[in-house]
Protein backbone atom coordinates (compact mmCIF):
# COMPACT_ATOMS: atom_id res chain seq x y z
CA UNK A 1 0.00 0.00 0.00
CA UNK A 2 2.95 2.27 0.16
CA UNK A 3 4.26 1.95 -2.97
CA UNK A 4 0.66 2.90 -4.36
CA UNK A 5 0.32 6.03 -2.29
CA UNK A 6 3.87 7.29 -3.23
CA UNK A 7 3.07 6.91 -6.79
CA UNK A 8 -0.26 8.35 -6.53
CA UNK A 9 1.87 11.09 -4.50
CA UNK A 10 4.28 11.38 -7.41
CA UNK A 11 1.33 11.97 -9.98
CA UNK A 12 -0.19 14.36 -7.40
CA UNK A 13 2.70 16.44 -7.06
CA UNK A 14 2.31 19.58 -9.65
CA UNK A 15 6.02 19.71 -10.73
CA UNK A 16 5.98 17.02 -12.13
CA UNK A 17 3.84 17.73 -14.61
CA UNK A 18 5.78 20.78 -16.12
CA UNK A 19 8.43 21.87 -17.75
CA UNK A 20 10.68 19.71 -20.24
CA UNK A 21 10.49 16.73 -18.29
CA UNK A 22 6.93 16.49 -17.19
CA UNK A 23 4.61 14.59 -17.55
CA UNK A 24 2.68 16.84 -20.17
CA UNK A 25 5.64 17.31 -22.34
CA UNK A 26 6.22 13.58 -22.26
CA UNK A 27 2.49 12.28 -23.22
CA UNK A 28 2.46 14.77 -26.44
CA UNK A 29 5.95 13.10 -27.90
CA UNK A 30 4.43 9.61 -27.14
CA UNK A 31 1.27 11.10 -28.70
CA UNK A 32 3.00 12.14 -31.66
CA UNK A 33 5.55 9.76 -32.14
CA UNK A 34 2.25 6.91 -31.52
CA UNK A 35 0.97 9.11 -34.21
CA UNK A 36 3.48 9.32 -36.61
CA UNK A 37 4.42 5.69 -36.31
CA UNK A 38 0.67 4.50 -36.95
CA UNK A 39 0.37 6.38 -40.18
CA UNK A 40 3.58 5.36 -41.47
CA UNK A 41 2.40 1.75 -41.05
CA UNK A 42 -0.81 2.16 -42.51
CA UNK A 43 0.83 3.53 -45.05
CA UNK A 44 2.85 0.82 -45.55
CA UNK A 45 0.32 -2.28 -45.04
CA UNK A 46 -3.20 -1.10 -45.81
CA UNK A 47 -2.64 -0.86 -49.79
CA UNK A 48 -0.73 -4.27 -50.00
CA UNK A 49 -3.44 -5.41 -48.30
CA UNK A 50 -6.12 -4.27 -49.89
CA UNK A 51 -4.80 -4.87 -53.19
CA UNK A 52 -3.93 -8.56 -52.65
CA UNK A 53 -7.08 -9.21 -51.05
CA UNK A 54 -9.18 -7.78 -53.81
CA UNK A 55 -7.29 -9.53 -56.39
CA UNK A 56 -6.92 -12.74 -53.83
CA UNK A 57 -3.12 -13.38 -54.79
CA UNK A 58 -0.12 -13.57 -52.25
CA UNK A 59 -1.83 -12.45 -49.67
CA UNK A 60 -1.53 -15.43 -47.26
CA UNK A 61 2.17 -15.21 -48.25
CA UNK A 62 2.01 -11.72 -47.25
CA UNK A 63 0.38 -12.01 -44.19
CA UNK A 64 2.31 -15.27 -43.08
CA UNK A 65 5.94 -12.88 -43.75
CA UNK A 66 4.58 -10.28 -42.15
CA UNK A 67 3.58 -12.31 -38.93
CA UNK A 68 7.26 -13.52 -38.47
CA UNK A 69 7.96 -10.24 -37.56
CA UNK A 70 5.91 -10.65 -34.46
CA UNK A 71 7.95 -13.14 -33.15
CA UNK A 72 10.76 -11.07 -33.05
CA UNK A 73 11.05 -9.00 -29.85
CA UNK A 74 10.53 -4.70 -30.59
CA UNK A 75 13.52 -4.47 -27.79
CA UNK A 76 15.98 -6.83 -30.08
CA UNK A 77 15.06 -5.24 -33.09
CA UNK A 78 15.47 -1.34 -31.56
CA UNK A 79 18.90 -2.27 -31.07
CA UNK A 80 19.99 -3.85 -33.89
CA UNK A 81 18.97 -0.88 -35.56
CA UNK A 82 21.09 1.55 -33.37
CA UNK A 83 23.96 -0.19 -34.56
CA UNK A 84 23.34 0.48 -38.16
CA UNK A 85 24.01 4.23 -39.54
CA UNK A 86 20.09 5.12 -38.63
CA UNK A 87 21.46 4.99 -35.23
CA UNK A 88 22.91 8.23 -35.79
CA UNK A 89 19.54 9.64 -35.77
CA UNK A 90 17.11 10.01 -32.68
CA UNK A 91 13.92 8.59 -33.11
CA UNK A 92 15.01 7.07 -36.25
CA UNK A 93 15.74 3.36 -35.04
CA UNK A 94 12.44 3.74 -32.98
CA UNK A 95 10.14 4.89 -35.65
CA UNK A 96 11.38 1.81 -37.85
CA UNK A 97 11.06 -0.95 -34.70
CA UNK A 98 7.62 0.29 -34.05
CA UNK A 99 6.57 0.33 -37.82
CA UNK A 100 7.83 -2.62 -37.94
CA UNK A 101 6.04 -3.92 -35.21
CA UNK A 102 2.92 -2.87 -35.92
CA UNK A 103 2.84 -3.55 -39.62
CA UNK A 104 1.20 -6.92 -39.03
CA UNK A 105 -2.18 -6.16 -37.24
CA UNK A 106 -2.72 -3.86 -40.18
CA UNK A 107 -1.70 -6.08 -42.66
CA UNK A 108 -3.11 -9.38 -41.70
CA UNK A 109 -6.69 -7.95 -40.40
CA UNK A 110 -7.32 -5.74 -43.45
CA UNK A 111 -6.17 -8.79 -46.05
CA UNK A 112 -8.90 -11.24 -43.50
CA UNK A 113 -11.56 -8.55 -44.30
CA UNK A 114 -11.02 -8.15 -47.82
CA UNK A 115 -10.77 -11.55 -48.24
CA UNK A 116 -14.20 -11.73 -46.25
CA UNK A 117 -16.15 -9.91 -48.28
CA UNK A 118 -19.22 -11.51 -49.61
CA UNK A 119 -18.32 -12.95 -53.18
CA UNK A 120 -22.01 -13.03 -54.35
CA UNK A 121 -21.84 -9.28 -53.56
CA UNK A 122 -18.37 -8.79 -55.51
CA UNK A 123 -19.92 -10.97 -58.11
CA UNK A 124 -22.88 -8.80 -58.63
CA UNK A 125 -20.59 -5.58 -59.01
CA UNK A 126 -18.82 -7.47 -61.23
CA UNK A 127 -22.13 -8.33 -63.56
CA UNK A 128 -23.22 -4.58 -63.29
CA UNK A 129 -20.13 -3.17 -64.98
CA UNK A 130 -17.91 -2.19 -62.38
CA UNK A 131 -13.90 -1.75 -63.14
CA UNK A 132 -11.78 -3.51 -60.40
CA UNK A 133 -11.53 0.09 -59.17
CA UNK A 134 -14.62 0.82 -58.60
CA UNK A 135 -15.38 -2.78 -56.97
CA UNK A 136 -12.53 -1.82 -54.69
CA UNK A 137 -13.20 1.29 -53.67
CA UNK A 138 -17.14 1.13 -53.42
CA UNK A 139 -18.00 -2.39 -52.25
CA UNK A 140 -15.03 -4.24 -51.07
CA UNK A 141 -13.36 -1.44 -48.74
CA UNK A 142 -16.53 -0.41 -47.60
CA UNK A 143 -17.95 -4.03 -46.44
CA UNK A 144 -14.11 -4.67 -45.09
CA UNK A 145 -14.03 -1.57 -43.23
CA UNK A 146 -14.87 -2.92 -39.85
CA UNK A 147 -12.11 -5.76 -40.11
CA UNK A 148 -9.87 -2.95 -41.35
CA UNK A 149 -10.45 -0.18 -38.29
CA UNK A 150 -10.02 -3.83 -36.13
CA UNK A 151 -6.39 -3.84 -37.24
CA UNK A 152 -5.95 -0.20 -36.88
CA UNK A 153 -7.20 -0.35 -33.27
CA UNK A 154 -5.11 -3.20 -32.15
CA UNK A 155 -2.06 -1.54 -33.90
CA UNK A 156 -2.73 2.09 -32.27
CA UNK A 157 -3.41 0.36 -28.88
CA UNK A 158 0.18 -1.87 -29.38
CA UNK A 159 1.91 0.95 -30.21
CA UNK A 160 1.08 3.24 -27.15
CA UNK A 161 2.63 0.11 -25.10
CA UNK A 162 5.22 -0.37 -26.63
CA UNK A 163 6.31 3.22 -27.08
CA UNK A 164 8.18 3.19 -23.93
CA UNK A 165 11.05 2.10 -26.03
CA UNK A 166 12.08 5.27 -27.43
CA UNK A 167 13.63 6.14 -24.04
CA UNK A 168 16.51 3.48 -24.47
CA UNK A 169 17.17 5.21 -28.09
CA UNK A 170 17.45 8.67 -26.32
CA UNK A 171 14.00 9.26 -27.34
CA UNK A 172 11.38 11.09 -25.81
CA UNK A 173 8.04 9.94 -24.37
CA UNK A 174 6.66 8.04 -21.20
CA UNK A 175 8.64 5.84 -21.23
CA UNK A 176 11.61 8.95 -20.15
CA UNK A 177 9.25 8.84 -16.73
CA UNK A 178 9.85 5.00 -16.30
CA UNK A 179 14.07 5.16 -17.14
CA UNK A 180 14.62 8.14 -14.83
CA UNK A 181 12.87 6.20 -12.57
CA UNK A 182 15.32 3.54 -12.69
CA UNK A 183 18.41 5.54 -12.76
CA UNK A 184 16.79 7.72 -9.66
CA UNK A 185 15.59 4.20 -8.02
CA UNK A 186 12.58 5.31 -7.39
CA UNK A 187 9.80 2.96 -7.42
CA UNK A 188 7.05 4.77 -7.27
CA UNK A 189 8.33 6.83 -10.39
CA UNK A 190 8.48 3.77 -12.34
CA UNK A 191 5.06 2.63 -10.83
CA UNK A 192 3.45 5.77 -11.89
CA UNK A 193 5.25 5.88 -15.39
CA UNK A 194 3.72 2.78 -16.00
CA UNK A 195 0.30 3.89 -15.15
CA UNK A 196 0.58 6.77 -17.07
CA UNK A 197 0.97 4.21 -20.57
CA UNK A 198 -2.04 2.08 -19.39
CA UNK A 199 -4.16 4.51 -18.78
CA UNK A 200 -3.16 6.04 -22.14
CA UNK A 201 -3.71 2.82 -23.63
CA UNK A 202 -6.81 2.32 -22.29
CA UNK A 203 -8.18 5.79 -23.83
CA UNK A 204 -7.02 5.12 -27.36
CA UNK A 205 -9.00 1.92 -26.82
CA UNK A 206 -12.01 3.59 -25.50
CA UNK A 207 -11.72 6.29 -28.02
CA UNK A 208 -11.67 3.49 -31.28
CA UNK A 209 -14.64 1.93 -28.74
CA UNK A 210 -17.08 5.20 -29.04
CA UNK A 211 -16.13 5.44 -33.06
CA UNK A 212 -17.30 1.72 -33.31
CA UNK A 213 -20.57 2.31 -31.21
CA UNK A 214 -21.65 6.04 -32.23
CA UNK A 215 -19.53 6.95 -35.25
CA UNK A 216 -21.38 7.36 -38.71
CA UNK A 217 -22.69 4.38 -40.77
CA UNK A 218 -20.32 4.23 -43.36
CA UNK A 219 -17.06 4.19 -40.15
CA UNK A 220 -18.91 0.52 -39.37
CA UNK A 221 -19.11 -0.64 -43.04
CA UNK A 222 -22.42 -0.13 -43.63
CA UNK A 223 -24.56 3.20 -45.37
CA UNK A 224 -25.49 5.74 -43.38
Request: hydrophobic share 55%; net charge positive.
Amino acid sequence: MNLLSDSWNWLADSAHWAGDNGIWHRLAQHVTLTVVCLVISCLIALPIALVLGHLGKGGALAVNIANVGRAVPTFAVLVLLLLTPLGQYSEGPTVVALVLFAVPPLLTNAYVGMRGVDREVVRAARGMGMTGRQMLLRVEVPLALPMILNGVRIAAVQLVATATIAAIAGGGGLGRIITAGFNLASTPQVVAGAVLVAVFALVVEALFELAERFGPGWLRGRRA
